[in-house]
């Protein structure tokens, strides 16, 4: 048997299962329990100056980005 073959074996029958639990292991940790919080802070990410502009420099303020 040759290389292709066994690697495109392979694929076909491991590469498969790993690349599905690899996919469900990715959505539950997004919808694990308590991490809403998380989402909600980093969607607000984009808004979060849009009452006034950013500050000029931005290294003294760089801690508010942290926060």
Avoid: Q
């Amino acid at each position: 048997m040759d290389t292709y073959s066994v690697l495109r074996h392979f694929a076909d029958s491991w590469g498969l299962l790993f690349m599905t639990l690899a996919f469900l292991g990715a959505i539950l940790w997004i919808l694990r329990p308590g991490s809403g919080a998380l989402h909600e802070e980093a969607a607000g990410i984009p808004f979060r100056h849009d009452d006034k502009p950013a500050p000029a420099d931005m290294a003294a303020h760089e801690k508010e980005a942290w926060k």
